[in-house]
């Protein structure tokens, strides 16, 4: 990490540090859209004072309502080369910038949010507000932007030559009395961040560390406003940790570049970052199934296949979406795109097989841009030129996870239109979505890209945006813009557009569970509308109570996937087939029926999600309930959409503590209503958790005889009512998520017209129906 001081009083022994110390000049643009500051390293008393002297430029800039970037330079000759993030991809809104000078000092504006100067004479100082002055959001003070170099040079002429330095840029916002700050891509240790330092910087390095898959240059804070960092490589924050009121942001090089946003709710944060950075992709309602995997290193078949989907539909929980990981190809050959001809010697007539006999109704294999030397890809990509190679010109090759392996070019067009072409082989024998995996140990040393101009360690993040952006539209050019599905492990900023992402490598340990939701709720507050995890745990040999608590946890998430290591998670391995009601195959069962329900109100909510840039699920308690201070630090629970809040379960005993904002909360499962705000507790059998649904909702609900995620939404549902006054409102949507109707509550406490739904249509006035439901076991504590 970058720190910048050894504590208060003294610069840190291995730097030396210049701070921009007084804001010089100002310059206007002519179009009122920005601004430019001339910011020495030293306050100027004399003319003397300007010679040998240091300068950060800071640009500062409107960009659209309630968005203003940043820009600090040291020195302005230096190359800017990418990769760079793709902005405002769906195209630029217009913005009405506007320049100001009063007594307050000099104020941009960019719709309703400005950020002012401090007047003063020698003072450096920017203030970020609401623009009609209602809120003060954070700001920038003495000595919290400029440039370091490190090692420290003994003297000046040394920096004639930079090659044996390092050049830092930094920046600092102010942290205020209880601020807090969440977000940064998908990680998995405490979800409020401050007391941290995070290095963005992509890693393999499972869900129990502080690495992570999925760095997102992206935070929010509790005071309504967030902060994008413009940067694909490494970018690394102290946040409230070396300095214990600030964030300190800094990247290596000549520049950084970051941009506020402010809300003022957090759902309208993430719509403008949304707007910025990309909406999240469509994906369809068959990707919302189950799906269940042949796990990792397992030994299976196409008999093994049959007997699971066979025994899953058998066991009340049928499959949707059946995936082949990696021994789908010969071992040492990965990814060569060749099934192992001597366990499946016919693929294409497999994979039809299973379909048609209607076991799954799509299928999934697992690929890398990793290519293996002994694989029958590497000669023809290796002589092609569509390896990375090294300066020298060889390939770069190492023996991390595959032999030989070599990492395909995404810069070089020739080798994507070649992995297009092996992408469409699969497609041809029936594959409908792709697993993505790895991508996160991209060199940086010693490394040549066919483009020229790529900036290896920038390319480090960005390479799994670019790798997942290739396969990704490969998908939706064979099957349709809103048809592609991905199930991918890295990401970065702008990944959201790609979906879906699910959270690597977990333990099969409560502690685990408890770090899989905090990587989802942090994921969510990155801008990723869609999520999913391990169900059961990725590495060893879930515990039936872990299993079965983690079912209920995964079949809330917005994708469901079953997936092990060494060990399959098919429910009767688990448990020695134990055919109880309590019993791993019964629970499943249980989940599984629940969420085919749901799918109405899910999918409607999917649809809302992504057009606002917000989780679907995992979603914070604060998106739904900003003003609510203790919203901002749970990390144990979480929304499905905007209705329904869920707690999972981490202890053996079904124990459960979890807190109810304020308002009418009614059970599920029971339709007991609890009101809040407050803390509660019950105790859960297997097939059930705290799961409320919120006053003021209609959810509309499945038929209980539906199988599988995919059906029409608008036929034989149940309409439940609860806690709805007058005015209440829901959208019913179609396989497509068009919207159907929206269905209101009159004045009369009644709902209004549900003509535009068809078939047999019940209208439950206090909650759901209950009758034919199975006995549920919960006990309040």
């Known amino acids: 990490m970058v720190r910048l001081r050894d504590g208060m009083w ?120 609401s623009t009609d002055g209602s809120k003060h959001l954070t700001a920038m003070g003495p000595r919290s932007v400029g440039f370091a170099y490190g090692p420290k040079p003994s003297h000046p002429m040394q920096l004639g030559d930079l090659r044996d330095f390092k050049h830092y840029m930094f920046y600092q916002t102010n942290l205020a009395v209880g601020e807090s700050v969440h977000g940064l891509g998908e990680r998995f240790g405490a979800w409020n961040k401050v007391g941290q330092d995070v290095t963005l910087w992509n890693a393999d390095g499972g869900t ?101 989907l066979e025994g899953m539909k058998a066991r009340g929980s049928p499959v949707d979406v059946f995936h082949y990981d990696c021994f789908w190809m010969k071992a040492f050959t990965w990814t060569d795109f060749v099934f192992d001809s001597e366990r499946f010697p016919d693929p294409k007539a497999q994979i039809a097989r299973l379909k048609e006999s209607g076991l799954c109704k799509k299928v999934c294999v697992w690929i890398n841009p990793y290519i293996a030397q002994h694989g029958a890809a590497f000669k023809h990509a290796a002589d092609n030129g569509y390896l990375l190679k090294r300066k020298n010109g060889d390939v770069w090759q190492w023996d991390l996870w ?29 594959v409908d979505a792709l697993k993505t995996d790895f991508g996160e140990r991209i060199p940086t040393l010693d490394v040549q890209w066919y483009d020229k101009d790529i900036d290896a360690h920038k ?147 999917a649809i809302e999600s992504m057009e606002g840039g917000i989780p679907t699920s995992l979603r914070a308690m604060a998106l739904e309930y900003p003003d609510d201070p203790t919203a901002w630090y749970i990390d144990r629970q979480f929304f499905v959409g905007s209705q329904i809040l869920a707690a999972p379960v981490f202890e ?47 959810l509309v609900l499945g038929n209980k005889k539906q199988v599988g995620a995919v059906y029409d939404y608008t036929t034989d549902v149940e309409v439940a009512l609860y806690q709805a006054a007058p005015g209440t409102k829901t959208a019913v949507v179609d396989q497509d998520g068009n919207t159907v109707v929206e ?5 009369d406490g009644k709902l209004k017209d549900t003509s535009a739904l068809k078939g047999e249509i019940k209208v439950s006035e206090s909650g759901r129906d209950l009758e034919g439901d199975a006995p549920v076991s919960i006990e309040s504590l």
């Not at 000049?25 to 004399?46: A, G, N, V, Y």
């Not at 032999?403 to 024998?429: I, R, S």
């Not at 990944?495 to 977990?506: E, F, I, K, N, V």
């Not at 269905?743 to 004045?747: D, F, S």
């Open 10 to 129: 003294l610069p840190a022994e291995d730097l030396q540090v210049e701070y921009a110390e007084e804001v010089y000049e100002i310059t206007p643009q002519e179009d009122q859209q920005s601004l430019s500051l001339l910011c020495p390293t030293r306050k100027i008393f004399s003319r003397g004072n300007t010679l040998n002297q240091p300068t950060v430029t800071l640009d500062i800039k409107a960009e659209i309502d309630g968005v203003i970037s940043l820009q600090a330079t040291h020195f302005d000759g230096a190359q800017l080369k990418g990769p760079h993030f793709e902005l405002f991809p769906d195209g630029k809104p217009t913005v009405n910038g506007q320049v100001v000078k009063g007594d307050k000092g000099t104020t941009l504006s960019s719709g309703s949010l400005s950020a002012t100067i401090d007047p003063a004479d020698h003072t450096f100082g920017i203030q970020f507000h």
């Open 208 to 308: 129990s560390s502080d690495q992570a898959y999925k760095n997102v240059s992206f935070w929010m804070s509790n005071r309504g406003y967030g902060v994008f960092i413009d940067n694909s490589g490494k970018v690394e924050l102290e946040i409230g940790s070396e300095r214990c009121t600030r964030v300190q942001t800094s990247v290596e090089g000549q520049r950084i570049k970051w941009y506020i946003i402010y809300g003022p709710t957090p759902k309208e944060v993430l719509k403008k970052y949304s707007i910025l950075t990309g909406k999240p992709g469509k994906v369809p309602t068959w990707s919302f199934g189950l799906w269940l995997t042949t796990s990792f290193t397992t030994n299976y078949d196409e008999a093994t296949v049959n007997s699971f």
């Open 402 to 430: 595959q032999a030989g392996m070599g990492l395909l070019d995404v810069t070089n067009p020739k080798a994507v239109e070649w992995y297009v072409e092996c992408l469409n082989g699969l497609f041809d024998k029936g």
């Open 459 to 605: 390319m480090h993040n960005y390479y799994a945006f670019a790798y997942n952006k290739i396969v990704y539209e490969a998908l939706q050019k064979r099957y349709g813009k809103d048809e592609a599905v991905l199930f991918a492990r890295a990401a970065c900023a702008g990944s959201q557009r790609l979906p879906l992402q699910w959270g690597g490598d977990c333990e099969s340990t409560p502690e685990a569970l408890a770090e899989s939701v905090r990587g989802g709720l942090s994921m969510g507050l990155s801008g990723f509308s869609y999520w999913s995890c391990d169900i059961g745990g990725f590495e060893g040999y879930p515990p039936p109570w872990i299993y079965k608590r983690w079912v209920g946890m995964g079949l809330l998430c917005s994708h469901s996937r079953l997936h092990g290591s060494n060990s399959y998670r098919v429910p009767w391995t688990i448990d020695d087939d134990d055919e109880t009601e309590e019993g791993c195959s019964k629970t499943l069962a249980k989940w599984t029926a629940l969420k085919t329900r749901l799918m109405p109100y899910i999918y409607a909510q």
């Open 652 to 698: 053996e005993s079904g124990e459960v503590e979890f807190y109810l904002p304020k308002g009418k909360w009614t059970s599920y499962f029971t339709n007991e209503v609890k009101t809040g705000p407050g803390w509660f507790k019950e105790k859960h059998a297997f097939g059930t958790l705290p799961l409320y649904v919120r006053e003021n909702t209609i």
């Open 743 to 747: 269905l209101e509550v009159g004045e």
